[in-house]
């Protein structure tokens, strides 16, 4: 069933239809969440905060505007952003973390913790080395898997303007982590 066929399930009646969407995004959206939280209860209940949100504003969502998917993940990132203007936290990406071994669940340890180490690596470079504009880009694409035209939606940036800013991205990256090796 699509996207678009659950949201038609849920807004013709069938409420509980609703679970098969959250079923579906709940592990993608954790990791996203709490790549910018660095804190699984704080992760969890924004996720309870989010999922409500999407369902009470599941008829103004509009297929022909863009995907469901990144319908929800913009309003995934400004409801974080939100909450943390709530708690007067001036930046975000200051606490960008991540810990994979919460989501893995049938890989091997040992690869999971040279992964784990290798992406906060990275993380740390994004960190110290772009501009927020630039690691917000960089976290939807890479960890959260979005394509350049769910990023251009979901930020309302131009396509144009992700490709360069992802490319740039990518050589600053490959530059810091040369230059660290």
Do not use: C
């Amino acid at each position: 069933m699509t996207d678009n066929e659950i949201i038609h399930e849920v807004l013709s009646g069938n409420k509980d239809a609703f679970a098969l969407i959250m079923d579906k995004y709940h592990n993608e959206l954790f990791k996203y969440v709490y790549n910018m939280t660095g804190n699984v209860e704080t992760t969890e209940d924004l996720l309870q905060e989010i999922f409500m949100k999407l369902y009470q504003s599941l008829s103004d969502f509009d297929p022909n505007k863009a995907s469901f998917r990144t319908w929800m993940y913009r309003i995934a990132m400004y409801h974080t952003y939100n909450y943390y203007n709530r708690k007067t936290v001036k930046h975000i990406d200051e606490y960008i973390e991540v810990d994979l071994s919460l989501l893995t669940a049938d890989e091997d340890i040992m690869d999971d913790v040279i992964k784990e180490d290798q992406l906060n690596r990275i993380l740390d470079i994004i960190k110290k080395i772009l501009k927020p504009k630039h690691q917000k880009i960089m976290l939807l694409h890479f960890l959260s898997g979005l394509t350049v035209k769910e990023i251009s939606e979901t930020l309302d940036i131009p396509d144009k303007t992700i490709y360069k800013a992802i490319k740039t991205s990518i050589e600053k990256i490959k530059k810091e982590v040369q230059s660290d090796g």
